[in-house]
Nanobody, 126 residues
Framework: EVQLVESGGGLVQAGGSLRLSCATS????????IGWFRQAPGKEREGVSF????????WYLDSVKGRFTISKDNAKNMLYLQMNSLRPEDTAVYYC???????????????????WGKGTLVTVSS
């Protein structure tokens, strides 16, 4: 059974930091591009950051560049997202997701992802 389980969300003040984790199992971690989407209330889901299965290159949403850092531990099948300098507009449910392709247009809205977690809520207060 495939599982992606996010953790690390919570309430933080603007300017603070959080580290999200995604524990995965049930699929060959190295064979998938993996990363994070988010969805704020009343808004469309958007891609935040990803690591490519091809060459481990990374992709970031423009608004999080320089503030968020994605990483993974292949030995533990774990994915992380270090979020610094958080802003109220970062408030959303953050989802871990995986796809058996390299970086592509799916990063925008997550169309065609193979696996999804259930999400973890991040709330940034002003």
């Amino acid at each position: 059974e495939v599982q992606l389980v996010e953790s690390g969300g919570g309430l933080v003040q603007a300017g603070g930091s959080l580290r999200l984790s995604c524990a995965t199992s049930g699929f060959t971690f190295d064979d998938y591009s993996i990363g994070w989407f988010r969805q704020a209330p009343g808004k469309e889901r958007e891609g935040v950051s990803f690591i490519s299965k091809i060459d481990s290159s990374t992709w970031y949403l423009d608004s999080v560049k320089g503030r968020f850092t994605i990483s993974k531990d292949n030995a533990k099948n774990m994915l992380y997202l270090q979020m610094n300098s958080l802003r109220p507009e970062d408030t959303a449910v953050y989802y871990c997701a995986a796809i058996g392709e390299g970086i592509g247009s799916w990063v925008i809205r997550g169309t065609g992802m193979d696996y999804w977690g259930k999400g973890t809520l991040v709330t940034v207060s002003s």
